[in-house]
T-cell receptor
Framework: NAGVTQTPKFRVLKTGQSMTLLCAQDMNHEYMYWYRQDPGMGLRLIHY???????AKGEVPDGYNVSRLKKQNFLLGLESAAPSQTSVYFC?????????????FGDGTRLSIL | DQQVKQNSPSLSVQEGRISILNCDYTNSMFDYFLWYKKYPAEGPTFLISISSIKDKNEDGRFTVFLNKSAKHLSLHIVPSQPGDSAVYFCAANGGGSNYKLTFGKGTLLTVNP
């Protein structure tokens, strides 16, 4: 029962470097989401996907790109990392678009940009 | 524009007593409300939810109350246990794009033995 798995768990980058965060879910969920959590800010939606091959912008999309080539995977990319992107990143998935469908979260990726 | 507000950053209660966590919202289009619990170094986990057409939902020690006229909901934990110590997030669904959750900033609950 893996649920939602995020890799890596920790990463330190230098300003200007690029990297990709991987999210994988084994629950056959249609919907997937990327959030960031900053101190005192709660969780903010970066991008989301309502199905394979589709992506859409969330609340704070600038500086990030995403891809959903396979239903079970949702990738978050930072093309040129900035210190403001230091955060904890959470991936989540849900079965459908119904309001009563809770999202299932991974354990997060702690990313530091120096 | 913070649509979901948790005005208490922290709450401390004694084991066995009631914990009451509060949440206010501004968007009357929200049609579902959820509470998530988060331990350090883990992702949030779903705890309990309530539809906007109801005013109460109960699951074991956890009860959520919704007051639509006041745009206010609360999570009651009775009796509180040390293992309940965590950050609790209130979240709202609906509001025109019903597959996106809007989260509050969270309340850190500490239950003292």
């Amino acid at each position: 029962n893996a649920g939602v798995t995020q890799t890596p768990k920790f990463r330190v980058l230098k300003t200007g470097q690029s990297m990709t965060l991987l999210c994988a879910q084994d629950m056959n969920h249609e919907y997937m989401y990327w959030y960031r959590q900053d101190p005192g800010m709660g969780l903010r939606l970066i991008h989301y996907s309502v199905g394979e091959g589709t992506t859409a912008k969330g609340e704070v999309p600038d500086g990030y790109n995403v891809s959903r080539l396979k239903k079970q995977n949702f990738l978050l990319g930072l093309e040129s990392a900035a210190p403001s992107q230091t955060s904890v990143y959470f991936c989540a998935s849900s079965y459908s678009r119904g309001s009563n469908q809770p999202q299932h979260f991974g354990d997060g990726t702690r990313l530091s940009i120096l | 524009d913070q649509q979901v507000k948790q005005n208490s950053p922290s709450l401390s209660v004694q084991e066995g007593r009631i914990s009451i966590l509060n949440c206010d919202y501004t968007n009357s289009m929200f049609d579902y409300f959820l509470w998530y619990k988060k331990y350090p170094a883990e992702g949030p986990t779903f705890l309990i939810s309530i539809s906007s057409i109801k005013d109460k939902n109960e699951d074991g020690r956890f009860t959520v109350f919704l007051n639509k006229s006041a745009k206010h909901l609360s999570l009651h934990i009775v009796p509180s246990q040390p293992g309940d110590s965590a950050v609790y997030f209130c979240a709202a669904n609906g509001g025109g794009s019903n597959y996106k959750l809007t989260f509050g900033k969270g309340t850190l609950l500490t239950v003292n033995p």
